[in-house]
């Protein structure tokens, strides 16, 4: 029997071979070190740990409980020995806890397993214990869908443009390098660069569907860029819906099983999008209903179409900026300082061309624009001036406006009208076609739009903000180059915004705090009345 009783050697002996002990202590120094910095395989020793207390402890005695004594009779003399069963209950020792339930032989083998990474823990850390919470998730970036579509679609047609009886030849090494430098880039149309996974004659319609996914996205990016009309969003965000939609079924009718993770992304966009314009998409967003993917060709050409739409409306905002922008100066540059009756007269003629290209490019005489530039400056325009008809309609609307301001306001009053504020004026002048970004508050378009145009702004760059939202979001929108002025809404930012100070000190930003509403009147006074010197500074550096 002393056989039985001997241990057998695990390693080395003492001389030059280690202990069992030896063993053991270098195995719970290695999984101390790697438990120090691993919660799940904590929680799996301690777990296994319990288990093992529970093998040693000794077997639970059951213990009889006594029968209540048996109810005094009426009248009867009380009796001792209920008290001295009481007494006697007293003094035993109280019947141990449950105790957990032994490690069995598959408990100590899965420990093994997770010990070598081979299993995950089969229980979460206590609940006692601190989480990291997860990073917050990045927004989606529609031009990385946009790009990624491009590639993958230009892959598609390449191969639909070869002929089908021809051997196959090599994708263009320009191409491959083009989806390799795109992130997360999906390519399962291949299974190498020489062969693909698909039918030839569903790559045209697969191409086809991809590149209507990104003529929608692009047409969404610009709208957003340039603050277009809630009616066009609309239109390219059902446009996009069903092109997401006609992707997916166009991958099932192909033959392909994996999903495109883009398509799925969009997806996910256009469902938090139309919540948060509070509308409604009432096709193409369930399996169930798909878009037929063989009309690729009728979709694609509408997609072209809003994109076409959005691009010319930008264009003409674009050139009627500039044509703004000339009309000012000539004003102030050469009607001011025009010092005889024949300088006015050739001043007031160039004037009168822009403003006849102007009602060209597709403002309306009326625009509010118009009047603050105007207005001061009617009563040099020369006696018999020839205009043309569009232009003369600017001047008569301008004059009818001051006119009938005239009349309804008191004498000395100030007038109202934010657009006739001279300081809108002036801040537009030292912010022409510079970005701006504003914190805080409700990203409305149409505010941003009108923000924009006011002020004569390249670029006003809103980041809504949220309770708890870390500074560090919104440091790339204020560090860019193009920004010189950022705009914080103190009434409707969180609290812990404080650090935009920091941030404009850091990267050089005039910060201007906006106690109010978002009327160009109120922003044109905080900023003069706040960075006003230094705004002015700037816009000097920038024309010397």
Avoid at 183 to 207: K, N, V
Avoid at 379 to 406: F, K, M, N, Q, Y
Avoid at 451 to 456: G, M, P, S, T, Y
Avoid at 491 to 512: M, P, Q
Wanted: with cysteine.
């Amino acid at each position: 029997m002393a056989e039985e009783q001997d241990e057998t050697p695990v390693g080395p002996s003492p001389a030059g071979e280690a202990t069992l002990e030896a063993a053991v202590a270098t195995v719970l120094r290695a999984l101390g070190e790697r438990a120090r910095h691993d919660e799940p395989l904590r929680a799996s020793i301690a777990l296994i740990g319990r288990a093992l207390l529970a093998l040693a402890e000794r077997p639970e005695v059951c213990v009889e409980e006594p029968l209540p004594p048996p109810a005094a009779e009426p009248g009867a003399e009380p009796d001792a020995e209920p008290d001295a069963a009481k007494a006697k209950a007293a003094a035993e020792p109280a019947p141990p806890a449950p105790a957990s339930p032994p490690a069995t032989e598959e408990d100590l083998r899965r420990l093994a397993r997770v010990l070598m990474g081979q299993e995950p823990p089969a229980e979460e850390p206590p609940s006692h214990t601190w989480q990291r919470p997860p990073p917050p998730s990045a927004p989606l970036d529609l031009q990385s869908i946009i790009d990624r579509c491009d590639v993958k679609s230009a892959i598609l047609m390449w191969y639909a443009e070869q002929p089908a009886s021809s051997p196959r030849s090599r994708v263009p090494h320009s191409i491959i390098a083009r989806a390799k430098a795109l992130p997360d880039c999906q390519l399962w149309m291949l299974r190498y660069e020489t062969s693909f996974a698909i039918d030839h004659g569903h790559a045209a319609m697969l191409a086809g569907s991809l590149a209507t996914m990104s003529a929608a996205c692009a047409a969404i990016v610009v709208i957003d860029k340039h603050a277009l009309a809630p009616a066009l969003l609309r239109a390219a965000i059902e446009i996009a819906a069903e092109a997401q939609s006609a992707l997916r079924a166009a991958l099932r009718l192909a033959g392909v099983a994996a999903e495109d993770h883009d398509q799925l992304e969009l997806f996910q966009w256009l469902r938090q999008r139309a919540s948060e314009e509070q509308f409604y998409i009432d096709r193409y967003m369930r399996k169930g209903a798909p878009a037929d993917p063989l009309g690729w060709e009728e979709r694609l050409d509408r997609a072209r179409q809003i994109g076409a739409k959005v691009v010319q409306i930008t264009e003409r905002r674009r050139r009627q900026r500039n044509l703004l922008g000339t009309l000012r100066y000539r004003i102030k540059k050469e009607v001011a300082g025009a010092a005889s009756h024949e300088e006015r007269t050739a001043a007031w003629t160039r004037v009168g061309e822009t403003l006849d290209l102007l009602v060209e490019s597709g403002m309306p005489p009326t625009h509010l624009s118009l009047r603050p530039a105007l207005a001061p400056y009617l009563d040099t325009i020369p006696e018999g001036l020839a205009l043309t008809p569009r232009a003369a309609s600017i001047i008569e609307s301008v004059a009818a406006h001051r006119a009938s301001d005239a009349v309804s306001a008191p004498a000395g009053a100030e007038s109202s009208d934010e657009d006739d504020d001279p300081l809108v004026a002036e801040v537009a002048e030292l912010l022409r076609d510079q970005s701006v970004v504003v914190l805080g508050g409700e990203r409305r378009p149409y505010t941003i739009q009108a923000i924009r145009e006011a002020f004569d702004l390249g670029e006003l760059i809103w980041c809504t903000t949220e309770e708890g939202q870390s500074y560090l979001s919104i440091e790339p929108y204020i560090k860019r180059p193009d920004v010189v002025l950022v705009i914080l809404a103190i009434r409707w930012a969180s609290h812990n915004l404080s650090e935009a100070t920091s941030l404009c000190t850091r990267h050089n930003k005039l910060l201007v705090r906006l106690p109010a509403g978002y009327n160009a009147s109120q922003i044109a006074h905080q900023v003069m009345q706040q960075v006003g010197d230094r705004l002015q500074a700037l816009a000097a550096e920038r024309e010397g």
